[in-house]
Nanobody, 118 residues
Framework: QVQLVESGGGLVQAGGSLRLSCAAS????????KGWYRQAPGKQRELVAA???????NYADSVKGRFTISKDNANNTVYLQMNSLKPEDTGVYYC????????????WGQGTQVTVSS
């Protein structure tokens, strides 16, 4: 069974930076998509950024140019560097690892809170 553990969330002022980490334990197939999602109060969970096993990345329009997703295959870890944070970035951030279609496997972390004050 795969477990994902996020860390790095916290409280930061607008304009500041945070780096989220997600460490995966267990056996993960080499072909996968790793991503970060967030859920703000009263809103649906949304994709923030994703990275394929081949290194292709995808970002929500709202974070392009400010957030960077990266991965460390040797340590089964995925990161989200968040710069120029805005109050609207506030939410619970979840790590996700899934098969390319999401049908074969789809794992989620427990979430880490990010709060950006104005």
């Amino acid at each position: 069974q795969v477990q994902l553990v996020e860390s790095g969330g916290g409280l930061v002022q607008a304009g500041g930076s945070l780096r989220l980490s997600c460490a995966a334990s267990g056996s993960i197939f080499s072909i996968n998509v790793k991503g970060w999602y967030r859920q703000a109060p009263g809103k649906q969970r949304e994709l923030v950024a994703a990275i394929t096993s081949g290194g292709s990345t995808n970002y929500a329009d709202s974070v392009k140019g400010r957030f960077t997703i990266s991965k460390d295959n040797a340590n089964n870890t995925v990161y989200l560097q968040m710069n120029s944070l805005k109050p609207e970035d506030t939410g619970v951030y979840y790590c996700n690892v899934r098969s390319p279609t999401g049908r074969r496997y789809d794992y989620w972390g427990q979430g880490t809170q990010v709060t950006v004050s104005s």
